[in-house]
T-cell receptor, first 115, second 112 residues
Framework: DGGITQSPKYLFRKEGQNVTLSCEQN?????MYWYRQDPGQGLRLIYY???????QKGDIAEGYSVSREKKESFPLTVTSAQKNPTAFYLC??????????????FGEGSRLTVL | AQSVTQPDIHITVSEGASLELRCNYS??????LFWYVQSPGQGLQLLLK??????LVQGIKGFEAEFKRSQSSFNLRKPSVHWSDAAEYFC??????????FGSGTRLSIRP
């Protein structure tokens, strides 16, 4: 089945450590996105990539980094510079088409807890 | 400023009762409008979307939403809820996938 796979589902980190969240899609979508979700808040865009080897900052990129070396993969690194990294992280993808706004397809998320 | 407001943080309805979840938005032009649903610990799934045409939009799982330009609203409705509808519901607006603004969500509980 086509879809988006995020791993790990749960991750614990000590303060000062970098962690990398994996996101893989087999939908053949060009665009991929990372969102952060906090309790009682909507989703906020961290980074997005519309094509391989290119990515753009979203609304809350500070303390995060990404790469897009392959179409299928868009890993997110939460660095030690991120002051409040405990959150639920969602990866999404879409297939841009001219003349319409494409649907976002989401993975099941990764919950990061900083101890 | 562009924004999405879901005024109800938590709603409880009885199984079989009708449901309406409110969404109001502020946007420069008529944007694309969406409703997504999220089960606990899961990603989001698209219920329906609107950009133009008929202002009453049908979605999956028996949901519908009505766009009212004069009220800047896009409320989600279902005539009869099922226990499996318990989830968090997000309204979203945008002009491109990288410019979608999500509301803060409404958690729906179902009373047996």
């Amino acid at each position: 089945d086509g879809g988006i796979t995020q791993s790990p589902k749960y991750l614990f980190r000590k303060e000062g450590q970098n962690v990398t969240l994996s996101c893989e899609q087999n939908l053949n979508h060009d665009a991929m996105y990372w969102y952060r979700q906090d309790p009682g808040q909507g989703l906020r865009l961290i980074y997005y990539s519309q094509i391989v080897n290119d990515f753009q900052k979203g609304d809350i990129a500070e303390g995060y980094s990404v790469s897009r070396e392959k179409k299928e993969s868009f890993p997110l690194t939460v660095t030690s510079a991120q002051k409040n990294p405990t959150a639920f992280y969602l990866c999404a993808s879409s297939n841009p088409r001219t003349g319409s706004l494409e649907e976002l397809f989401f993975g099941e998320g990764s919950r990061l807890t900083v101890l | 400023a562009q924004s999405v407001t879901q005024p109800d943080i938590h709603i409880t309805v009885s199984e079989g009762a009708s449901l309406e979840l409110r969404c109001n938005y502020s946007y420069g032009a008529t944007p694309y409008l969406f409703w997504y649903v999220q089960s606990p610990g899961q990603g989001l799934q698209l219920l329906l979307k609107y950009f133009s045409g008929d202002t009453l939009v049908q979605g999956i799982k028996g949901f519908e939403a009505e766009f009212k330009r004069s009220q800047s609203s896009f409320n989600l409705r279902k005539p009869s809820v099922h226990w499996s509808d318990a989830a968090e519901y997000f309204c979203a607006v945008g002009s491109s996938a990288s410019k979608i603004i999500f509301g803060s969500g409404t958690r729906l509980s179902i009373r047996p």
